[in-house]
């Protein structure tokens, strides 16, 4: 598609329970990145995928945070017995290339709010 | 490590006024810099970029100049419009990352009345 599309635009869940997001990056780009952004803005960088390999997962959280990008099916980003504090908004953003090429643009979707209660 | 800085918001302008949003950076590789804005309700989108010292990006009448001896990047508008209204991001990516991920500041807001 010509746009980043993240389902489900809302989600709420109880503390404990499982959260999993989805990703469909624009058609062509070879990667895609999660951004959670917290209250007051924040972003901060998650995980990213050149097409089904992890690139960079230096901001993932390794207990209970897990991505994948399978080939032919949407990215995904779970979160395992979440906690009040992953209530946040979860981008997923995408680009046609990622390393080496100054300037690279990263295109966001819309974000999925997800809301822990 | 990478890290981005900007003015704290909100900033609040009466339509038709002249808009700055400073933004200052620090990397350390030679990186590309950009400003993203998000709309209420909406994701973010690309504003503009700059790639190389004083290079200028440009985009719906906004500017920004790249400005390597002052690390700063910093976002500029003659006249703006009460649709103007959204969050500011200034972002850059490093190198030394492959270019590969962006470092955001923490956002400004600005609002605008008729």
């Known amino acids: 598609g010509e746009e980043v599309a993240q389902t489900p635009k809302h989600l709420v869940r109880g503390e404990g329970q499982k959260a999993k997001l989805y990703c469909a990056p624009i058609?062509?780009?070879?990667?895609v990145f999660w951004y959670q952004q917290v209250l007051k803005n924040e972003f901060k960088f998650l995980i990213s995928f050149q097409n089904e390999n992890v690139f960079d997962e230096t901001g993932m959280p390794k207990e209970r945070f897990s991505a994948k990008c399978l080939p032919n099916s949407p990215c995904s980003l779970e979160i395992q017995a979440t906690k009040l504090e992953d209530s946040a908004v979860y981008f997923c953003?995408?680009?046609?290339?990622?390393?080496?090429?100054?300037?690279?643009?990263?295109?966001f979707g819309e974000g999925s709010w997800l809301t822990v209660v | 490590g990478d890290s981005v800085t900007q003015m704290e918001g909100p900033v609040t302008l009466s339509e038709e006024a002249f808009l700055t949003i400073n933004c200052t950076y620090t990397a350390t590789g030679y990186p590309s810099l950009f400003w993203y804005v998000q709309y209420p309700g909406e994701g973010l989108q690309l504003l503009l970029k700059?790639?190389?010292?004083?290079d200028k990006g440009s985009n719906k009448g906004f500017e920004a100049t790249y400005r390597k001896e002052t690390t700063s990047f910093h976002l500029e508008k003659g006249s703006v419009q009460v649709s103007d209204s959204a969050v500011y991001f200034c972002a850059l990516s490093d190198p030394n990352s492959g270019y590969s991920t962006l470092t955001f500041g923490k956002g400004t807001m600005l609002l605008v009345s008729p």
């Open positions: 953003a995408s680009s046609p290339t990622g390393q080496g090429i100054s300037g690279n643009t990263i295109y």
């Open positions: 700059a790639t190389k010292a004083d």
């Open positions: 058609k062509g780009h070879s990667y």
